[in-house]
DNA sequence: CGACTCATGTAACTTGTTACATGATTTG
DNA sequence: CAAATCATGTAACAAGTTACATGAGTCG
């Protein structure tokens, strides 16, 4: 549902294959969206079925032929819909959470250590994603709408993993806390 | 898979049948984990094939037989061994991001109701989750392992919370600020 | 007397993952 | 000469949603 509609937004831009789509999710859209590429080429037959895309096909010597998808007016119409329409929570499934449960019967070693990887995996990803943020404010010395947002797009990534480390932080300190209990008791 | 892990879990502290679990969907489980009642059932036909539990019939009178599950020490197993294996982050995938990107092509109006929609609820639900952290802090007097946990669970939840509306309200500034750029222009 | 709770499920569908397949061209 | 890039897909499976079904008991 939504990954269509990310389709569409990235065909109002500019027409693609469904090769470039896909590729795109491990650049600027991978800020926000993932997808395989089975699932992007599936997900294009199905637009095409409900004549939100239409495709031209583009024959290459000496490499596969690219089909080249352009977005239709029923397509715009439809994405505009989409974005007008109020946005539901989506459900929660944390498994960091879920594992946590798991210490109330099991030594609370292991998540000590999954913390530990968390903070680490979690402090690379914000120095990456925080490097894209001061490289986007110093190419955005006009007022390029598109940098802007790119920018709104990287502080939620930012923002969810300060929050992210910050929690690790928490349980570390307060399962050492737990544990000393344990063994001042013994 | 992670459900499976949930729900063994849930049977690691006691005896429950499918609509007990459900139920505690609804309830502590929620913090951190949703499933139908019909995808739980399913579930547990799965865990029953796998061995990882056994359940027993209990007859009532006036009422629907019970299904009563309980872990395996094969299922005590897998749930350790899931435990102890490091976790990886899950996909991200972020409507409101998403449709951040279509302010790129339409007006970005849409998207700031969206952001005060956003806050509302999100703020709805901060101070639901903190009236529970608070109700936790209060009872644990003395140094319960299972209060101290839930509240781990809490702050994971007010944490994300507070980040979602950080970064709604940054976006809806931005975008004001934008669209009067287009305004003065004009 | 209508709605909610208790308690189980089936079935169709959607969304996403993983493994496999093909085959030419470019790069280290 | 092996690996990566370009470019398309099929097929099986896993996970989650939505709609439907049944039927007694309780509560306002």
Redesign the interface.
Known sequence: M?LR??IL?VL??SDASGYDIAKEFSNGL?????ASHQLVYRELIKLHDMNLVTFEVEPHKHKPDRKVYSITDMGREA??E???K??S??????????????????SSE??QQ?MK??CK?SNGLLDFYQGLEHNNVIRNLG?D??L??ER??L???I??L??RI??AE??EA?LKD?DS?INAAS
């Open positions: 939504i509609h990310v937004t109002s831009e991978g800020y926000f969206w993932s994405l505009l989409w974005f007008q109020p946005t929570h989506s459900a929660i499934r944390d498994e960091l959470s879920a594992k946590l449960m798991v210490c109330d019967i099991h292991p998540m999954h990887a968390e995996e007022f709408r598109q802007r947002l709104l797009m502080r939620r990534v923002l969810n300060q929050a910050k929690w928490e349980v307060e737990l209990l």
